[in-house]
């Protein structure tokens, strides 16, 4: 398990009855979470003084109680966030991804500094899929890659770009793309563009171009063979992550290794499951699993 524990300005504090107990910054939320299946006692004065209290209703939800300001900052490292809570529960950050963005920034700081690898304009190209608020995108784009960031949403790719300003990296060589992300991997294929590193992290569930409701479990496998033909002849690594429960990292790892099989590519695979250390308790939180294959090339 690949265990986040560098933050200073998140922590879980506490996990019982499909809740989270965090501190953002200055701020104490409580959200649902599916995974903590688990009532155990809740101790810790916190959760009777919360600033947000996000609960289910029906088939969506509600921030029941909303104390805390609109949005504020949190820092990672040298990377800076904006936190916005949403209608979803979500605040625009998962933390659990630190543990991926701390993976991906070694293997760009490692292929930079091994001098029998060159890339166009010495900087290696990373095409981000799914980027939500761009995480992945500010921690390459520190780490000196060049980035194409793509998400379907308006308001994430916008709320990307706040976080790569706020962070430091207004000019760093990114394009910005707002479209449904496998129509814009078959246009990048068509148009022979080819990059040294592929994220992606698809939903569990979503709607295609016309409508059409898909499941990631079901075309998986179909995406990331489409993904892998946008890879460059050398590339450095491939990163697919996934909060659906019905694939486990050995069957994203299978998938993203037969893939690449197809195209000659050989490496190194690596597959596991994010968690986030519990305060109170002691124990990790599992929070999402990932498959990480990187060039045998890069010295890490």
Not at 62 to 79: C, F, H, L, Q, R
Request: a neutral charge; one cysteine or more; aromatic letters at 10%.
């Amino acid at each position: 398990m690949w265990i986040c524990d560098k933050w200073e300005d998140y922590e879980l504090i506490d996990a019982s009855g499909g809740e989270r107990l965090e501190r953002w910054g200055d701020y104490i939320l409580i959200r649902p979470d599916p995974q903590i299946i688990w009532k155990t006692e809740r101790h810790d004065p916190l959760w009777r003084h919360a600033d947000g209290i996000y609960r289910r209703r029906g088939g969506g939800g509600e921030w029941t109680v909303a104390k805390m300001p609109e949005s504020w900052n949190i820092t990672y490292g040298d990377y800076r966030f904006l936190i916005k809570p949403m209608g979803f529960k979500h605040t625009g950050i998962f933390p659990e991804q630190a543990a991926n963005w701390d993976w991906a920034s070694s293997v760009i700081k490692g292929a930079i500094e091994n001098d029998s690898m060159e890339f166009e304009n010495g900087r290696p190209s990373v095409l981000n899929l799914f980027a939500y608020t761009g995480g992945a995108t500010v921690a390459c784009a520190k780490a000196g890659a060049a980035l194409c960031h793509v998400d379907a949403s308006r308001g994430m790719v916008a709320a990307a770009k706040e976080n790569m300003r706020l962070s430091g990296l207004e000019d760093a060589p990114c394009r910005y793309i707002v479209d449904d992300c496998r129509k814009f991997v078959e246009r990048e294929i068509r148009r022979g563009r080819k990059y040294d590193a592929v994220i992606m992290d698809p939903p569990s569930y979503g709607r295609g171009p016309n409508g059409e409701i898909w499941k990631l479990e079901e075309c998986a496998a179909e995406f990331i063979s489409l993904a892998v033909q946008v890879l460059s002849d050398k590339p450095l690594f491939f990163l697919i992550n996934s909060y659906t429960t019905g694939l486990s990292p050995a069957t994203m790892g299978y998938m993203l290794m037969s893939a690449l099989g197809k195209r000659g590519i050989s490496g190194k695979l690596e597959t596991g499951e994010t968690g986030i250390p519990v305060k109170n308790s002691g124990l990790i939180l599992p929070s999402g699993a990932s498959a990480r294959w990187t060039s045998n090339a890069v010295k890490m």
